[in-house]
């Protein structure tokens, strides 16, 4: 089992930068491809991020692309997203996921197996 714990998120202003992690526990996450999710208000969960077991191969949505990075450290067990350029529509909570099915990167919520609590990011305008 996998614990996945977020944190980095708060306010920012439109234009400015955040970032977010993601640590965790319970076993090493070396071999799953890990991603970064995001649900707006009234929104459903879209995929933002996603990165493969090593870090050698990166998917992004097209709103993210160009703007936002995805990490891994899996000598820490922590995945990182590097968000920069924000947007007001950027405003989400931030969840993290682990998909322990595959090393690549996927871009279906339903594919991962283990997800954090989420954190907030507000961006104002």
């Known amino acids: 089992q996998v614990q996945l714990v977020e944190s980095g998120g708060g306010l920012v202003q439109a234009g400015g930068s955040q970032s977010l992690s993601c640590a965790a526990s319970?076993?090493?996450?070396?071999?799953?491809?890990m991603g970064w999710f995001r649900q707006g208000p009234e929104k459903e969960r879209e995929f933002v991020a996603a990165?493969?077991?090593?870090?050698?191969?990166?998917h992004y949505a097209d709103s993210t692309k160009g703007r936002f990075t995805i990490s891994r450290d899996n000598a820490k067990n922590t995945v990182y997203l590097q968000m920069n350029s924000l947007k007001p529509e950027d405003t989400a909570v931030y969840y993290c996921?682990?998909?322990?099915?595959?090393?690549?990167?996927?871009?279906?919520?339903?594919?991962?197996?283990?997800w954090g609590t989420g954190t907030q990011v507000t961006v104002s305008s």
């Open positions: 996921a682990a998909d322990r099915d595959s090393m690549y990167p996927r871009r279906n919520p339903r594919e991962y197996d283990y």
């Open positions: 319970g076993r090493t996450i070396s071999t799953y491809a």
């Open positions: 990165i493969s077991w090593s870090g050698g191969t990166e």
